[in-house]
Structure formats: C-alpha cells, structure tokens
C-alpha cells in the first residue's frame, strides 16, 4: 500500500473556513456592519472544535475583515481600502504641449527587455486574465467536433474579412452596447492592436498629430512611432476619461490633428468610464470638426451586468472607428480583433489585405459559435464577478501594505489598478528594485512620453488571488517604504 504524500499547500480548517465567509463578505452577502455568525454557531455549523471557530475568526479579525466588540460578538469592518485617499484628479487647465515621441518606443523596449531577462515568479505587469478565467475546455470541444466535421479547413484558405459565422456574432453582440452594424462591416484582426494600426494608418499620414490620452496605452505609443506620426497628450481623469474641455481648445489651436484616440469604457492604464453624456460630446466634437474618432473598447466588456454604451453608439455619420478584441474576453490564444471603420471601410479592407491578409478560419469558427450562444453570456457575467473580486482584493493589499500617501480609485471594468505612489518615490526605480526580487511591475513612466506619471504604477488584477500575489505585494510596499 502507497501512503499518500502530504500536501503542504492545502489550507488548514479554519482557514477554509475563514475563506467560505470572506467569499460572502465580499460578495455583499455580509455587508459592512453586518453581525458575524457566532464562535458557537461557526462550531455547530462546520462541526469543528471551539480553538478551530477561533482562529477563524481571528485570522479574519487579524486581515482587517472583521472587528470584535465587547460583549456582541465579531462584525464584518469596512474594507480597508475605503481608508485610501482617492487618486487626484489631473490639471486640465493648462494648454497641452505638443509632444516629440522620438525615442518613445526604445524606453518602452528597455523596460520589457529588462522583465524578459529576469526570472520572475509573481507577474503583476500582464494585462490579460489567467487561463482558468476562460472557457478552454468548452473552446477544445467545440474546436474538435469542427475538425472533425470539417477537417479540410486547416488547409482551405480562409475568407475575405472575416468568416460569416464570427461576424454575424459580433455584429448580433454589438446591439447591446448601442451600435448596429451589418455583419459585413465587420472587419476580423489580428487583436485589437493591429485593428487601430488599421484605423492609424486609414485616417493619417507620416508627420500628421494624433490625439492620445495622457496617460495611455504604451502599445499605441510604439504604433505612433512606427508609423511616424507625432502625438498630443490631452490629460484624462482616472474618473470620467478624457477632459473634452482640453481637448476642444487642442482641435481648435492645431490644424494638424487628424485623429483622436480614445478608449472611453474601461481605459488602460486609469480603469476609467466615460458618462455617456461625454461620450456623445466627444463624438459630436470630432464629427463637428471632421476628425476620425479611433474608438479602442478592448476593456468595455469587463464593467458591470449592465453593458456600457459605446461612443460608436452616438455615431451618424461614419466618423467613428471601433476597435475591439475577444483577446481578453474570450481567448488570448486566438488574437481575434475586430473592427467597424466607417467612412473608411474600404481603405481598411485594403491595407489589412495589404498588410496581413485573412485571418485563420478555424478559431474564427469557434469563437462564432461560442459567441452566438448563451454559454458566452455565462461566461461573461463569470469573468466579471472574478474581475471584480480580483479588483477589490488587490485594492485592499495595496490598503494594507503600500505606505501613507499612497492613492487609489478602484474602478468600475477591466482588470487594471492605477496607483498613485506617495510623492518622491520613482516607479521605475521601483520596477528594477521588484523585479530584482522576481516581482514583475508596469512602471507609469511606460504610458506617457513626459515623466510626469514617474510615482505611478499600474497593477494587473488578471490574476486569481493568491499567498503569492499578496506576498509579492507585500513585498512591492515594503520596497517603497
């Protein structure tokens, strides 16, 4: 007879226990101020002994979850990232200053060279969902009876555009955030990256200005310099996006704008959401001046039960380009990108036929039948109760070990954390010191060309919690410290 091994990493009793009730906590199920079960009921209930019932509730009261008041019993405490200061609004009123980004896309390189360099063994940089947040094994099944079916697909050349089957999801999928689309506008990437360099290259030419956020996506940085146009930073608040007041007195002082681009719902690095009332303002304002508005929605997907509406919702006249993604959605393994480009819809069929050719057809099918299928709504609504508990717990280590000073909004989609870091402290010294202990970390100095987000970070809460995430964490505010 074989004795199993024993294994270290399963939790102890009362800390299964403790984590069944933290799961309610933040759930809502037991709200703040609400009564904790008894030491006598907690016994009676998961037949354990009184010092087990105990500990439970002290490792609870010890994380800050619970508090005891004399005589009443244990009462579930207000988290305590409701302590942090919320992140400052950014100064709008001063003009923005045209920015050089020469030598952006070798500062970016440098930093995502140094992570490829390092062994490390808790990633807080990848702005993607861990593989267990994904239907893989419904996509395998479904992937398998296609071949079977069909399997002279892996050696048929795929479709113009896109398949039928995907588009017609998509463009079914994109009722619900307020846009309707023919299935043939839809236009099928290779992720929403190379859909936006589609739109970049589409609308603009070599020396033309592009509005960008400030601070934003460090990818659309790189693609601007390749594609050697010249970027505007007009500031964005972690709370409502881009400041339309700055960017109205921007279209009005430079006739060489050519396009804007934003990401309105969900925004990357500030986790931000547009009001809708802003998002149609900031349509009108580019329609009115005829400007292409680039709408990148990557992240408008991952918010509340409730869709967003998109900014391409308030579109009338085909000025609007929307970029979107099942990368992050559905399956980061299909890099599957799609677009609606509008006026330009034939430009954009052009240079993705000139660029990349046609996508392959059988993740396309896959994904099709996923997507026009009920399972997809399960498995959205899924990834947005674990985004959202993976959000709060993140906050609530940055609560517990970053130091005073620290700032913090948790925002309402996606999967990003922007962090305010106490004055002084530099996010890149920061980023060489964690990696240096196999912590790897997005410094703000990588989604802006000025150095003013040098004491900012942006966390990825892709990542199921976990003792190592929170260690390494832990670990990250002592460093500032």
């Known amino acids: 007879m074989t004795i199993p091994a024993v294994r270290t990493d399963e939790p102890t009793l009362y800390r299964r226990i403790a984590d069944h009730y933290l799961g309610a906590i933040r759930a809502g199920s037991l709200g703040t101020g609400a009564r904790f079960p008894s030491v006598r009921r907690l016994m009676s209930t998961h037949e354990v002994s009184l010092s087990t019932a105990l500990q439970a509730c002290r490792y609870l009261e010890d994380q800050g979850w619970l508090e005891a008041r004399p005589r009443s019993g244990y009462f579930v405490r207000p988290p305590r990232r409701s302590g942090l200061l919320p992140a400052n609004e950014v100064d709008a009123s001063a003009p923005p200053d045209p920015a050089d980004y020469v030598g952006i896309h070798a500062r970016v390189s440098e930093i995502i060279a140094l992570g490829q360099q390092q062994p490390v063994s808790v990633n807080l940089a990848l ?101 050697g146009l010249r970027a505007l930073e007009v500031p964005a608040s972690p709370y409502t996006g881009l400041s339309l007041d700055a960017l109205a007195f921007a279209l009005e002082q430079d006739p060489s704008i050519k396009a804007v681009v934003s990401m309105p719902t969900g925004h990357n690095p500030l986790g931000s959401v547009m009001p809708d009332a802003h998002k149609q303002r900031l349509v009108q304002l580019c329609e009115a001046r005829g400007i292409p508005l680039i709408e990148d929605d990557i992240y408008g997907d991952m918010g509340g039960d409730t869709p967003w509406r998109a900014a391409k919702s308030f579109d009338r006249s085909g000025h609007v380009i929307y970029c979107h993604s099942l990368n992050k959605l559905l399956a980061p393994g299909f890099r599957l990108g799609w677009m609606l480009a509008g006026r330009w819809q034939a430009r954009v069929e052009m240079l993705k036929y000139a660029m990349t050719r046609y996508n392959e057809e059988l993740p396309q099918m896959v994904a099709g039948e996923f997507v026009d299928g009920p399972a997809y709504d399960r498995h959205l609504q899924k990834l947005r109760q674990s985004l959202r508990a993976q959000r709060e717990q993140m906050a609530e280590c940055v609560a517990r070990y970053f130091p005073s000073g620290t700032r913090l909004s948790v925002p309402e989609a996606g999967m990003l954390l922007w962090v305010e870091l106490p004055q002084g402290v530099s996010s890149y010294a920061l980023f060489k010191a964690a990696l240096a202990e196999g912590i790897k970390l997005s410094p703000g100095g990588m989604f802006s060309n000025s150095p003013r987000f040098d004491n900012f970070l942006r966390l990825s809460c892709g990542r199921p919690h976990s003792a190592a995430v929170e260690a390494a964490l832990k670990r990250v505010g002592a460093l500032i410290a």
């Open 127 to 227: 702005a993607i969902g861990a593989p267990e947040l994904y239907p893989t094994a419904a996509l395998q099944r479904t992937m398998q009876r296609i071949l079977r079916q069909q399997p002279a697909i892996l050696t048929t050349q795929s479709r113009r555009h896109g398949h039928p089957l995907l588009r017609g999801a998509l463009a079914r999928r994109a009722l619900a955030r307020g846009i309707v689309a023919a299935p043939d506008e839809v236009v099928v990437t290779h992720g929403c990256i190379e859909a936006i360099n589609l739109a970049l290259r589409a609308v603009t030419r070599p020396g033309d200005t592009v509005v960008v956020e400030s601070p934003t996506f460090y990818g659309l940085l790189q693609v601007l310099e390749s594609l």
